[in-house]
């Protein structure tokens, strides 16, 4: 089945980096995807990394993929108070439809 | 702003009645998705249509139901509500079915609904 599981919390100082980790157990997972939810708003698509990539770098955002332990993360350089958010890990398997397959979301709190 | 679009922004209802969330998709995306977000189940797949056709069907009650209609948009209704239904209810677009990689979802604001 699938699962997906990110930590609850992360605390960081601004201008830290903050990185945030995912497990998932579905080795089918064909894309791997990053979301940030801010209070009162919608999921906003950060990025997002295909299977056979081990790195992905967007500005301040890298994601690593271990495919292998089945080990995404989110690092997010030179934190920002604005970064305060909700991000969720998700999980897409093309032999199960386009359906994403969320972990709980790790609330990350950015302190001045 | 993802281009998508939810109404209301939210409802508070009763148990038992019935309710009727609207979506519309991103101009171009022929897929919509319906996800519910509460606090014990987190994010959780309902239902995709694509182009007017159910594709995928997830968790979904059998109190729950959705169509699409010719004009793209979504509707997804909630009868018999229960206290238990109170969650946010996100609606998402993609391109097309969802197998290529520029099928990624975009979500709207969501549905904030209140049952008591």
């Known amino acids: 089945g699938e699962d997906v599981e990110q930590s609850l919390f992360l605390s960081v100082r601004e201008g830290d980096s903050s990185v945030i980790n995912c497990t998932y157990t579905d080795s089918s997972s064909t894309y791997l995807y990053w979301y940030k939810q801010e209070p009162g708003a919608g999921l906003q698509l950060l990025t997002y990394i295909f299977s056979n990539m081990d790195m992905k770098q967007d500005q301040r955002l890298t994601v690593l993929l271990n495919k292998k332990d089945k080990h995404l993360s989110l690092r997010i350089a030179d934190t920002q108070t604005g970064d305060s958010a909700i991000y969720f890990c998700?999980?897409?398997?093309?032999?199960?439809?386009?359906?994403?397959?969320f972990g709980g979301g790790t609330r990350l709190m950015v302190k001045p | 702003d993802s281009g998508v679009t939810q109404t209301p922004k939210h409802l508070i209802t009763a148990t038992g009645q019935r309710v009727t969330l609207r979506c519309s998709p991103r101009?171009?995306?022929?897929?919509v998705y319906w996800y519910q977000q509460s606090l014990d189940q987190g994010l959780q797949f309902l239902i995709q249509?694509?182009?007017?056709?159910?594709?995928a069907k997830g968790n979904i009650l059998e109190r729950f139901s959705a169509q699409q209609f010719p004009d793209l948009h979504s509707e997804l209704n909630l009868s018999s509500l229960e206290l238990g239904d109170s969650a946010l209810y996100f609606c998402a677009s993609s391109v097309a079915t969802g197998v290529r990689l520029s099928d990624t979802q975009y979500f709207g604001p969501g549905t904030r609904l209140t049952v008591l």
């Open positions: 998700a999980e897409r398997n093309n032999n199960a439809g386009n359906m994403l397959t």
């Open positions: 249509y694509y182009n007017g056709e159910e594709r």
């Open positions: 101009s171009g995306d022929l897929s």
